[in-house]
């Protein structure tokens, strides 16, 4: 099994900044994708972008490209989300995924977080 834990999420103003962090632990060694979604209240759940854990440039969906980027930490298994020009729509909860497909939908991630709450006011 793995485990995820996301951190970071709060309450920011209109285009301000927030880093998001995601920590994976377990067996580990399958994974070779984690990725980020958000869901807001009574929506589905949408990609937010992801990143290879062996390598390679991050993949974004369109309306945070540019204003988001997924980076990888020193462990293998971290990844973070830093997130500027923060806009209201942004809000929701931010779900950290892992799995081994490159893939923009969420039932191709087997191992989810418990996610954490982001709140952009206007």
């Known amino acids: 099994q793995v485990q995820l834990v996301e951190s970071g999420g709060g309450l920011v103003q209109a285009g301000g900044s927030l880093k998001l962090s995601c920590q994976a632990s377990?067996?580990?060694?399958?994974?070779?994708?984690m990725a980020w979604f958000r869901q807001a209240p009574g929506m589905n759940r949408e990609f937010v972008g992801l990143?290879?854990?062996?390598?390679?440039?991050?993949t974004y969906a369109d309306s945070v490209k540019s204003r988001f980027n997924i980076s990888r930490g020193n462990a293998r298994t971290t990844i973070f989300l830093e997130m500027s020009r923060l806009r209201p729509e942004d809000t929701g909860v931010y779900f950290c995924?892992?799995?081994?497909?490159?893939?923009?939908?969420?039932?191709?991630?087997?191992?989810w977080g418990r996610g954490t709450q982001v709140t952009v006011s206007s």
């Open positions: 995924a892992a799995g081994r497909t490159v893939a923009s939908r969420p039932q191709y991630y087997t191992y």
């Open positions: 377990g067996r580990t060694v399958s994974l070779a994708i």
């Open positions: 990143i290879g854990l062996s390598g390679g440039d991050a």
